[in-house]
């Protein structure tokens, strides 16, 4: 099963999986409150390609990483940090499957 998202940022948590993801080409910004951002912990594999999101989340995106199959990608992504504490973190251990390029913060 696919999952294609470039209509809307507050898919908080993808469940039921685990899917393929494909979240390409967004632009977020957030005003107000604080998020968790994008959670992926429900995915086999998939990517997070060409996105950029500002605002106040804890973090921008996060990688689950225990149901990971196959490749997920996240590349040429631009996040503003100024009111986060990072980019991204992975729930539970490095995987070989998680690749990072070309991600930009500010």
């Not at 940022?9 to 899917?19: D, E, H, I, K, Q």
């Not at 951002?37 to 086999?44: A, R």
């Not at 950029?52 to 997920?72: C, R, W």
């Not at 631009?78 to 991600?103: K, M, N, R």
């Amino acid at each position: 099963m696919a999952l294609e998202s470039d209509f809307a940022w507050r898919l908080y948590a993808v469940r039921g999986g685990p899917f393929t993801l494909s979240m390409r080409y967004n632009t977020a910004v957030q005003t107000t409150g604080e998020t968790q951002g994008l959670m992926t912990e429900f995915i086999s594999s998939g990517q997070f390609t060409n996105n950029t999101t500002i605002g106040k989340q804890s973090f921008h995106t996060s990688v689950g990483v225990a149901t990971l199959t196959g490749p997920y990608l996240l590349q040429d992504n631009y996040f503003d940090i100024t009111q986060s504490f990072g980019f991204c973190y992975a729930l539970g251990a490095p995987s070989a499957f998680v690749t990072f390029t070309h991600t930009s913060t500010w």
